[in-house]
């Protein structure tokens, strides 16, 4: 079965987060229904609208699972298809798209469909994720994005933001800022955790790592804003991070701030050795 890569965008403002949830609006569950319709498939003994429940929807598997209000202009999710269902699909995103449409979906596009190897896999294929983070300084908000950008309550000190962000890049547990899960190891690669001036007191961070846990981004970002802003010293910063523990000390920023801009994948030939690569559970750092 042809295996399709989709690269896909969209506003999480109304979404109630990427993964398909009974009775809420997420960006999942409107591509999945968009392609199900698309293909036209139904149950095999019944003239009956297929819903989530049967075999016959259309299932994705994404890149990286974001929150409510978390927005994306880099998304990525690949799907297997019969070689029929692939010509439908293959280069021809604009048949998708106006069928969001007519479901009512006009904040979420996909922007391109193509084939891939076998051996690709969104999830556990990927090099590197990167997210942005913006922020803003008391009055400063530009009303045109006001829905991508947190307007904090106290001025930040850039440069201050800027030496905390840098302090917390490299391969570390990041217990701290991640949402505690049983049996999953906060053992990751930040790459890049670093600032730039976009606008007059508006400033946008990118984050780069591996992969990250639930909520890593959001809370690196406040702990950041926490030493911009004189709530902690870098001192307190290096003590919480060692503790490996959640702290309120700073807090975790709000989701309208984040978007995913990209997902990296390597060459064709180092698919497979990536995605079994990621597979292997980390080892705890000392």
Known sequence: MPRLRLDIAYDGTDFHGWATQPGLRTVQGALEQALTTVLRRKPAEAETTVTAADPEWVRLTVGGRTDAGVHARGQVAHLDVSEA???????RPRRINGVLVRQGVSDAVVRAVTQVPDEFDARFGALYRRYEYRICNPGALDLLTRNHTVELK???DFDAMQAASQSLVGLRDFATFCKAREG??????????EWR?????????RVQADAFCHSMVRALVGAAVAVGTGRISFRELAELEAARTRSAKFVVMPAHGLSLEEIAYPAPGELAARALQTRARRQSLS
Do not use: I, N, Y
């Open 184 to 193: 999953a190891t906060s053992v990751r690669h930040l790459s890049h955790f």
């Open 154 to 156: 106290k001025t930040v």
């Open 197 to 205: 001036q976009v606008a007059p007191g508006t400033f946008a961070a």
């Open 85 to 91: 269902e692939a010509t439908q699909l293959l280069d």
